[in-house]
């Protein structure tokens, strides 16, 4: 599909989820009442990851690089599919230790992650090079702005706004200046795989 087509199709799924959210409704970035930030925890597997799974002594069970596909599933050898996607190392670990038991003596399993899928954002309107682009885990909107070139000389520098569907939906409304001087608000919101970032 042509590029411009993309950002058409992109540019209608922020307009239609801005309709959800109230006829153009939106929140600022200081009135909304963010979660707290959940304490660092053990990395979760997701589609497009690349695992590392051994069997200690056991080379022809082990798989050096196994992706994970798009419908959270890997495939090892004798066991079949497994499920990965949402699951902690450990506990796929656990899982590849219990089921290898009825084929392996004491089975010592480690569980890598080699490769960290880097999910991805969408940036339209008034903005030097529109387009998808990959966040890294807590990425900010100044950086992620950045990294496309900064908004052009037509762009609103009061509206800038970040349209997420889920788990509800939700317009975040921006400024350019409180991104630039970090104001605490805007540099606590951290993007999320999904998001549309638009720059009127």
Not at 8 to 20: D, F, I, R, Y
Not at 61 to 69: E, I, M, T
Not at 73 to 86: H, S, T, Y
Not at 119 to 137: D, K, M, N, Q, R
Request: proline residues 8%; charged residues 20%.
């Amino acid at each position: 599909m042509p590029l411009r087509n993309v950002h058409v199709l992109l540019l209608g799924l922020a307009m239609s989820v801005s309709a959800c959210s109230g006829g153009g409704s939106y929140v600022w970035v200081d009135d909304l009442h963010a979660p707290p930030a959940p304490p660092p925890s053990e990395y979760v597997i997701a589609a497009g990851d690349v695992l590392d799974i051994r069997v200690l002594g056991h080379e022809e069970l082990s798989d050096p690089k196994v992706r994970v596909r798009d419908d959270g599933r890997v495939a090892m050898p004798i066991l079949g599919e497994l499920n990965a996607r949402g699951v902690k190392p450990s506990a796929l670990r656990s899982e590849l230790e219990a089921r290898l038991k009825d084929y392996v003596k004491e089975p010592s399993v480690t569980v890598n992650v080699d490769e960290m899928h880097r999910p991805a954002i969408s940036i339209l309107g008034e903005i030097s090079h529109p387009g998808t682009y990959p966040v890294e885990p807590g990425e900010g909107l100044a950086q992620v702005l950045a990294g496309a070139g900064g908004v052009t000389e037509f762009a609103n520098r009061s509206r800038i706004f970040v349209v997420r569907t889920g788990p509800s939906p939700l317009r975040v409304r921006f400024t350019y200046d409180s991104l630039i001087h970090g104001d605490a608000a805007a540099a606590a919101f951290v993007l999320r795989a999904g998001d549309v970032v638009v720059v009127e």
